[in-house]
């Protein structure tokens, strides 16, 4: 079946700019989460979604960022006024539920350059 | 706060001999404890989780893993190597019961394997 999908796979923008990034979940699947992979700082968890529980911001690394969840389903994740030390690849998963012991399935990642 | 710690950037190894990937996490209460492997600008693929029950679980592509609760080590192994294995591998981690449900992820071991 289709998995994770993320769009766009590639994003160029210059600093200051704002940016959006895309996630399609794999249908069924109630739990979605956002990380960062950078060489500097590996992988790095941003937010999840659950439901409609409160999203876990505690990952966020600035007010900058922020996510949505519309429908339970598809997610934006939002970089205002992006800088520099915002280019990374930003890697969406979803799995079946919160609970601990259902793996988490990736999507192919959205690279960002800022210039 | 949960930790992985993957010691060896680069695994070399020669194909059809045995492999190893080593990883050693720190969380509080029992853990959680996953592989993911990544190919180039590829997303990552889970490979094997161990949740409970039998130290020694099987996973994708001929891997394994075995837990060790003494040395909170979850190393991953093959018994023989293909040249398709060379990618980026991951081992994360999540502590057991609800709250923090999202992954740390090691830095990543580089394998290659040598024809």
């Known amino acids: 079946g289709a998995g994770v999908s993320q769009s766009p796979s590639n994003k160029v923008t210059e600093k200051g700019k704002d940016v959006e990034l895309r996630c399609d979940p794999i249908?069924?699947?109630?739990?979605l989460y956002w990380y960062r992979q950078s060489l500097g700082q590996g992988l790095e968890f941003l937010i999840y979604f659950q439901g409609n529980s409160a999203p876990d911001k505690s990952g966020l690394p600035s007010d900058r960022f922020s996510a949505e969840r519309t429908g339970g389903s598809v997610s934006t994740l939002t970089i205002q006024r992006t800088q520099q030390e915002d280019s990374a690849v930003y890697l969406c998963?979803?799995?079946?539920?919160?609970?601990?012991?259902?793996?988490?399935?990736f999507g192919p990642g959205t690279r960002l350059t800022v210039t | 706060a949960q930790s992985v710690a993957q010691p060896e950037d680069q695994v070399n190894v020669a194909e059809g001999n045995p492999l190893t990937v080593k990883c050693t996490y720190s969380?509080?209460?029992?853990?959680?404890l996953f592989w993911y492997v990544q190919y180039p600008n590829r997303g990552l693929q889970f490979l094997l989780k161990y949740i409970t029950g039998d130290n020694l679980v099987k996973g994708s592509y001929g891997f394994e893993a075995e837990f060790n609760k003494s040395q909170t080590s979850f190393h991953l192994k093959k018994p023989s190597a293909l040249v398709s294995d060379s990618a980026l591998y991951f081992c994360a981690v999540r502590k057991s019961g609800a709250g923090s449900y999202q992954l740390t992820f090691g830095k990543g071991t580089k394998l290659s394997v040598i024809p």
């Open positions: 998963a979803s799995s079946l539920a919160i609970t601990e012991t259902y793996e988490q399935y």
């Open positions: 969380v509080s209460g029992n853990p959680y």
């Open positions: 249908s069924g699947h109630t739990a």
